[in-house]
């Protein structure tokens, strides 16, 4: 029988604790059962939303107390244990640090306003929701119990929906403007300089609606994304990529309450020079910079792709597992070469960002160079380390280096001896090393990564 047909046809008693998993306020429950039947999801939550406008702070309160501290795993195998656990999942398996702060955000807060602190966990990470809470803590008790309602109807309606969908419900979620090509020409001067950079924009927050119902209300356009970019490649400049990144996160954030997070990623192309106002495109890899916000703190991801190196000695790869579907023979000197993805994760925004992206760079050359290499993974290491142990203002570098293959070729047929001279470039399939190199004591990564 459809679910929302057996709510129909219930005892008043029955759908009564049917509804109060999905908000514990009685008075709720007991009049959205009593305006029965229904034609179908839209009408309960018409209803339901009428109902919650309704209710008294008592009310509010008597649902509240049904809801765990955010961060704390609901036990049990009630179907309310279950939603919450699911809502809550975004929290699931937190840093150390992180659950502690949320512990004490958590007592701070029910100390401030005597209840538990309330939001609507669906698709949010734990430093999302650890930040809202830290900013609710300066709200006043009226502010407060209008936002309490606000995350108490949310709840209700993804629960309703999920007591009368199948059990299907909404996940993680975001979306933006993907690949907006901008090209800056400075003519302050009769020199003029070029940024050519192609952007990324991804926000978050308050969007449950317009997966759920096509409720458009809190929907900043992709269209007006791209624009900002336009703009504010004109308004402010560019600069360091990292900075204009920085502009873009905080305004898309702090101009719309309803966007929690941000994530601008940035990919530089370079030009070379080849007069006062002509250039080249240059050949090198391309520098790349992500910056997340969420309305309290930004993080900032450097780094590069394409970056090709090739050692043509100076590595081996033996003694490695054998079973039998092995064939590769081992290799007492090789060539090495992959293009490298790097990015590396500053601790503080008071970096000289061209500076660091400059002398990061120069580290990864070097220790690949340096390196005596018996494995790419051992290489990979190397790498990391040694930007980390140049570079004080960084304190994670994630790397994935491509093998790209070079074989030997067989050139017995033609009479010919080949001493290691002559390769044949494969372009796939291809190894592909990654791994991440950390600072002790690195501070929590946050959204950095998101």
Aim: charged share 25%; aromatic share 8%; proline share 3%.
């Amino acid at each position: 029988m459809d679910e929302l047909l057996r709510f129909n046809t219930a005892d008043q008693d029955v759908a009564v604790a049917a509804l109060l998993a999905c908000n514990a306020s009685r008075r709720w429950a007991e009049r959205i059962a009593a305006g029965r039947p229904y034609g179908g999801l839209a009408e309960v939550e018409a209803a339901s939303a009428t109902a919650l406008t309704d209710l008294g702070w008592d009310d509010i309160a008597e649902a509240l107390a049904a809801h765990p501290p955010i961060g704390e795993r609901v036990a049990g195998t009630s179907r309310e244990a279950a939603w919450s656990r699911g809502e809550q999942s975004g929290a699931a398996g937190m840093p150390a640090e992180t659950a502690q702060a949320l512990v004490d955000g958590n007592r701070a807060y029910e100390e401030r306003f005597g209840h538990v602190f309330l939001i609507c966990a669906t698709g949010r990470g734990a430093d999302e929701m650890l930040a809202d809470l830290r900013r609710r803590l300066d709200h006043d008790d009226a502010t407060e119990r209008e936002v309490v309602r606000g995350e108490l109807a949310k709840i209700t309606r993804l629960r309703l929906a999920k007591l009368f969908g199948a059990g299907i419900s909404l996940g993680a979620n975001s979306y933006g403007k993907a690949e907006v090509r901008v090209v800056r020409v400075a003519r302050d001067a009769g020199r003029h300089e070029l940024t050519d950079l192609n952007v990324s924009v991804a926000l978050g927050g308050d969007l449950d609606a317009t997966h759920l119902t096509g409720d458009n209300t809190n929907v900043l356009p992709t269209d007006t994304q791209k624009n900002t970019v336009f703009a504010f490649a004109k308004e402010y400049g560019i600069g360091e990529i990292e900075e204009f990144g920085l502009r873009l996160a905080r305004h898309f954030v702090d101009a719309h309450p309803a966007i929690r997070r941000a994530r601008v990623q940035l990919e530089q192309y370079g030009w070379d020079r080849a007069g006062e106002h002509s250039f080249a495109r240059s050949g090198q890899e391309i520098r790349t910079a992500t910056v997340t916000y969420d309305g309290t703190r930004p993080w900032v991801v450097s780094g590069l792709k394409e970056l090709t190196l090739l050692n043509s000695t100076g590595s081996e790869f033996r003694g490695y597992r054998k079973d039998a579907y092995t064939t590769l023979p081992e290799a007492s000197d090789r060539i090495l070469a992959t293009d490298v993805t790097a990015r590396w994760r500053h601790t503080t925004l008071d970096a000289d960002f061209a500076k660091s992206y400059r002398e990061a760079r120069r580290d990864l050359i070097e220790a690949f160079v340096d390196t005596y290499s018996r494995s790419l993974q051992q290489t990979l290491y190397a790498m990391g380390r040694r930007v980390l142990e140049n570079r004080g203002e960084l304190c994670e570098v994630r790397l994935a280096l491509p093998n790209r293959h070079h074989f030997l070729v067989d050139l017995s047929p033609f009479a010919l001896e080949n001493e290691n001279e002559v390769f044949f470039a494969a372009d796939r399939p291809y190894g592909l090393i990654e791994g991440n190199v950390v600072r002790d004591g690195a501070p929590d990564a946050g959204l950095a990564w998101w």
